[in-house]
């Protein structure tokens, strides 16, 4: 899988949990930036691509996403 | 009518990743439906409870039910039940929830301790939810309480659930003496988050990292099941339960086909795994009838063929167990319409079990409002669609639900009767009614909430009450409240008619006005009348202002009061509303003999 393709996988996991038909999202796409993005919806967020692509993430490993592209390396990371 | 279909994804079943990843999408499309009804519920937490709300908000959604929640804050379950908050106080709740697990018991036993010392833990856990469920009966409201899961670790192994120590052992102790108050208490229903985790399996139950991230005290595939489980509770108490249980035959009662196969022929029985499953199939459906479930047969057959196959000597179901047999060559939802018109349901209430999807799906389209579950077409996956979809869901178990299958048949046997008189008042008198028509009394408020909430035809008003409600009226004396037994010659039909009067300023105005269908043109509803009259004048009332609120289901009663002799007052829109001077009133009903007061 490429890293557009898990990209285009992750955004459409943003836009079903936040219900936005055409949102977009890039590296630098962080909590900041997207007002429902709460802790509580990260949780969501995550278990949502954690079935989507057959991964875990540990617990520490989760506080330290930033953004989308640091979500997306580490998937890579995971998915070799 | 808006054509609306439910969302199978909500149904047994489950899509649990649909449910958790579009709930948004899905809640929008659900609040498009007409009629919904609304109830306030409040969450009161021991953990995190966010997806929760949000999920349960799906499920009753897709029952008709439009929640407004209130949340208390992080594990303050406790302190908002004992103490309340401005918001909590006047957001008059018709439902409360608590959701506590395991993680909120305080203190588990030592190993060092001893059985008294144990026991007090025991108690001392124990009065904590018996006051927090105290506090709560200010709201008169239903309160639903989970029970307690087990431990996911047990360091004690196998003895945990054996020894006194044990965490295991301690957890069923405390779910028996929930159990118990959920009998002893009105109102209080045990939500069996003990059966719910191991229907699931423990470890997917509980997910320690979301535990330690989150504070939720499942997993999030589990919360999706949680809520359905709520939900049905609450369609329960909303009287949104079904009553009857549609069977088709062939390859559903039983293996093969009746008319080509013969009776020899089909399966049923414990001779073959095949017989065996057709076999568990029908005792389930005879225990459902006998807590009170109604069944209708619904069967492209010959009647003759279809009726012989219940006489198959291993036959665990009867043909007299089936309160309406229809086997002819008629489309199928025309027959289920028929089914309902002959028990006199709403055709809501039916559910409908056939193995061949064609019919199914004929039925579904047709008749919408008739539960069709999926079932496949393989008879030992048949069970589980009726159980877990919670469409027999009971509150409790009355004894009028248990007898009402033979208030259906004695009603059958009158139908026979009244085909053999010369006039309808004939056939009247010789059923040698009596009727005890008196003032509320305390060991009928179950009966009496039941009715309030489940009767929906003959219902002028469609007010809904809790228990809570009806005994506060009970006790008032600004109320006029009449309940009705109706008795025959073929037996008692139970408590069935219930009026409630508010009397202001020598006027009373009826609240509520309702009339249980088994006992239709029986003119239960003059004695009824003439009851309240007389109570009225007792109470130097001169008038009485009855209200017709038009639901989906109540176009019979449009014209009660015209035929009570009411006076029209106002009819802005399809609700009516009616007077009626009292001064000359005359007694309107002949047939029945009357004990009242």
Known sequence: MTRKELFDGVQDIFRDIFDEDDMVIEDKTSSDDIEDWDSLNHINLVSAIEKEFEIRFALGELMALKDVGAMIDLMIEKLK | ?597
């Open chain 2, 1 to 597: 009518m808006e054509i609306y279909k439910k969302i199978t994804a909500l149904e047994y079943p489950l899509d649990v990743n649909i449910i958790l990843r579009k709930k948004k999408s899905i809640k929008k499309y659900l609040l498009l439906q007409d009629n919904l009804i609304e109830k306030n519920i409040v969450i009161l937490g021991g953990s995190t409870t966010s997806e929760v709300k949000n999920i349960l908000e799906l499920f009753l959604l897709n029952n008709g039910i439009k929640a407004n929640f209130y949340e208390s804050e992080y594990n303050k379950f406790y302190e908002d039940a004992l103490f309340g908050n401005d918001i909590l106080d006047k957001f008059n709740p018709d439902i409360v929830y608590i959701h506590t697990s395991n993680q909120n018991i305080i203190k588990y036993p030592g190993y060092k301790e001893s059985e008294s010392e144990i026991a007090t833990l025991l108690s001392n856990e124990m009065q904590r939810y018996k006051s927090i469920w105290s506090s709560l009966f200010k709201f008169d409201c239903a309160i639903i309480q989970n029970n307690f899961d087990y431990t996911l670790d047990r360091s004690l192994g196998n003895l945990d659930s054996s020894d006194i120590h044990g965490k295991t052992y301690f957890i069923n102790q405390l779910n028996s003496e929930f159990a118990k108050s959920s009998r002893e208490i009105k109102n209080l229903y045990i939500n069996d988050i003990n059966y719910l985790s191991s229907y699931l399996g423990l470890k997917d139950w509980f997910d320690k990292s979301l535990w330690h991230q989150a504070k939720y005290a499942l997993s999030l595939s589990a919360i999706p099941e949680l809520a359905f489980s709520i939900s049905k509770i609450i369609n329960s108490i909303s009287g949104k339960t079904k009553k009857c249980l549609v069977l088709d035959l062939d390859n559903t009662c039983w293996g093969g086909i009746i008319g080509d196969d013969g009776l020899g022929g089909i399966h049923i029985g414990t001779e073959t795994a095949v017989a065996e499953t057709f076999t568990s199939f029908q005792i389930y459906a005879k225990e459902l009838k006998q807590r009170g479930i109604t069944l209708a047969a619904c069967s492209k057959n010959d009647f003759k063929n279809a009726k012989e196959g219940f006489e198959h000597p291993e036959s665990i179901l009867k043909f007299d167990d089936f309160t309406s047999f229809k086997a002819n060559w008629d489309p199928k939802h025309q027959n289920i319409i028929d089914i309902a018109k002959e028990i006199n349901i709403g055709i809501d209430s039916l559910v409908f079990i056939d193995d061949n999807p064609v019919e199914r799906d004929i039925v579904f389209s047709q008749v919408p409002s008739v539960a069709v579950p999926d079932i496949g077409a393989d008879v030992i996956q048949f069970i589980e669609h009726i159980d877990r979809n919670g469409y027999f869901e009971p509150i409790s178990l009355l004894a009028d639900d248990i007898n009402r299958n033979q208030y259906y048949e004695d009603n059958k046997k009158r139908a026979v009767e009244q085909s053999t008189f010369k006039s309808y008042d004939e056939f009247l008198v010789s059923l040698d009614m009596t009727a005890e028509i008196k003032s509320f009394s305390s060991i009928y408020l179950d009966r009496i909430t039941q009715l309030t909430n489940k009767t929906n035809q003959f219902n002028l008003t469609t007010k809904r009450y809790t228990t809570g409600e009806i005994d506060t009226i009970t006790l008032s004396d600004e109320y006029i409240k009449v309940y009705g037994k109706l008795t025959d010659k073929y037996g008692s039909n139970g408590l069935v008619a219930v009026s409630i009067g508010r009397i202001e300023n020598r006027t009373c105005h009826i609240d509520l006005w309702l009339m249980s269908c088994r006992v239709l043109k029986r003119d239960m509803e003059f004695a009824m009348l003439d009851e309240l009259v007389n109570k009225c004048k007792d109470q130097d009332v001169s008038e009485i202002i009855g209200y017709y609120y038009k639901s989906s289901k109540n176009s019979m009663v449009s014209d009660l009061y015209e035929k009570f002799g009411f006076e029209l007052t106002d009819a802005n829109s399809e609700d009516t509303i009616w007077k009626l001077d009292i001064a000359n009133y005359e007694n309107k009903n002949k047939f029945i003999g009357v004990n009242n007061d």
